[in-house]
């Protein structure tokens, strides 16, 4: 598979602005809604901010020892589940102001090492929670992770939906590259299926799989938008809703156009970020 080569200054620039966005919600939650249940299985609002820091101290080289009990949690389910939960239950003991002092203190951490890197280093091989690709593919997939909980604590607040078309864009691209993915293999698309997704919202777009042995983006069907099998349409948002797999996601706000089978394969399989 082709490495993924994406611009080192605009990723950059959007994390930052992504992590601006989430200091300035986990700020403005109340104390009532710090500790309640997010929207995420298991996880308070609180955990939701404590994840961002694990994530990020990770990739500053920092860890935390896990607690005997995390594999048996119902809402754990693999090892970064595993990762994501060692994070967020290492806070759970910090108090607010701490898990706040915590967040400020790794985002002036790892902002002075994105800023440091080059354009070369962006594009080195690394793990990412994808496979094998390019660190700058993983900064990529934190724009993602990040924009998707500021949707998260947005939808704690009552807040409405981001509205930043940029920061958006970016975590969009991330869940297109992952629909062939979730056509595919998780929904076992028969050979020659063609699912198109309207994207609408904040970043707009139209994304079409072709299965042709395997799943795969393409620009265009063969006969144009009229030979897909299904069109999905669907806001952004709550498509990031499915794909994330959140306690508030609802599937009836996807507009089915075709073959109601093959939609209903994709959209009971599309919660694939882990």
């Known amino acids: 598979m082709p490495l993924t080569v994406v611009d080192k200054d605009s990723i950059t620039a959007a994390l ?22 997010s929207v995420l299985p298991g996880w308070t609002n609180a955990d939701i901010v ?14 935390v020892e896990a607690a005997a009990d995390i594999t048996s949690r119902t809402h754990v389910k693999n090892p970064i589940g595993e990762l994501n939960e060692r994070w967020a239950d290492y806070f759970r003991d910090e108090s607010r102001e701490e898990v706040l002092a915590a967040l400020d203190e790794i985002i002036e951490v790892r902002t002075a090492a994105l800023m440091a890197m080059t354009q070369d280093e962006f594009d080195a091989q690394t793990a990412t929670p994808a496979g094998p690709d390019t660190y700058g593919r993983f900064m990529r997939i934190r724009v993602f992770d990040c924009w998707i909980h500021e949707v ?23 869940i297109s590259s992952s629909l062939p993915f979730v056509v595919g293999k998780r929904a ?25 042995g395997r799943a795969g983006l393409v620009e ?38 075709g073959d109601e089978a093959l939609a209903k394969a994709v959209l009971d399989r599309i919660d694939y970020v882990i």
């Open 16 to 37: 930052t602005t992504e992590w601006a966005a989430l200091q300035s919600l986990a700020a403005q939650l109340t104390d009532e809604q710090w500790s309640a249940p």
């Open 50 to 63: 404590a994840h961002i820091i694990g994530t990020e101290s990770m990739l500053d080289g920092r860890d």
């Open 152 to 174: 998260d604590l947005r939808d704690a607040l009552a807040y409405g939906s981001p509205s930043d078309p940029v920061t958006a864009g970016v975590a969009l691209d991330e």
């Open 188 to 212: 076992s698309a028969p050979d020659g299926s063609r699912v198109r997704f309207d994207i609408t919202g904040v970043a707009p777009r139209e994304v079409r799989v072709a299965v042709d």
């Open 220 to 257: 265009s069907f063969d006969g144009g938008d009229d030979a897909a099998d299904v069109t999905l349409r669907v806001d952004g948002v709550d498509l990031a809703r499915l794909a994330g797999g959140r306690r508030n996601a609802d599937p009836s706000a996807v507009i089915v156009t």
